[in-house]
């Protein structure tokens, strides 16, 4: 596909048209820490998002919790990401109803700020997207 550009290193690159923001996905939070720190990025996010999605059973809903960590470079230009699924539920609402997962999704995340403050990142709550520029 003509304009159509991959990026490759130990991360995982969505291929993103010329121009736009590039996001690099990493297999292991030491895989992320390692290609931050190389990138001269000191600021990193860490939070616990759901994510819903419909069965094909209309009336059951799979809800995920997931860790995110990500990173961006002072431009935007690329996001770094590292991603972890924590527990799934199934519920008739798209909305999460574990208990014990929520517990060990907050213990998770104590777990990886702690690795990243160790590694000499600062840890802020919240994540980073991707911002397309009006093209």
């Excluded at 069965?55 to 997931?66: N, P």
């Excluded at 470079?73 to 008739?92: C, F, I, K, P, S």
């Amino acid at each position: 596909m003509p304009g159509l550009e991959t990026y490759r290193t130990e991360g995982k690159h969505m291929g993103q048209q010329r121009g736009w923001p590039k996001m690099v996905e990493f297999p292991t939070l030491s895989h992320f820490i390692q290609e931050i720190r190389k990138s001269g990025i000191s600021e990193v996010r860490v939070d616990v998002f759901e994510q819903s999605q419909q069965s094909e059973l209309s009336f059951v809903y799979y809800v995920t919790l997931t860790l995110y960590v990500t990173a961006s470079e002072e431009e935007g230009r690329v996001l770094y990401q590292y991603m972890e699924a924590l527990d799934t539920t199934a519920n008739t609402e798209p909305k999460y109803c574990g208990d014990d997962g929520l517990h060990r999704g907050a213990q998770r995340m104590v777990d990886v700020r702690e690795e990243l403050s160790l590694a000499g990142l600062e840890v802020g709550s919240g994540r980073y997207v991707l911002r397309y520029a009006d093209h």
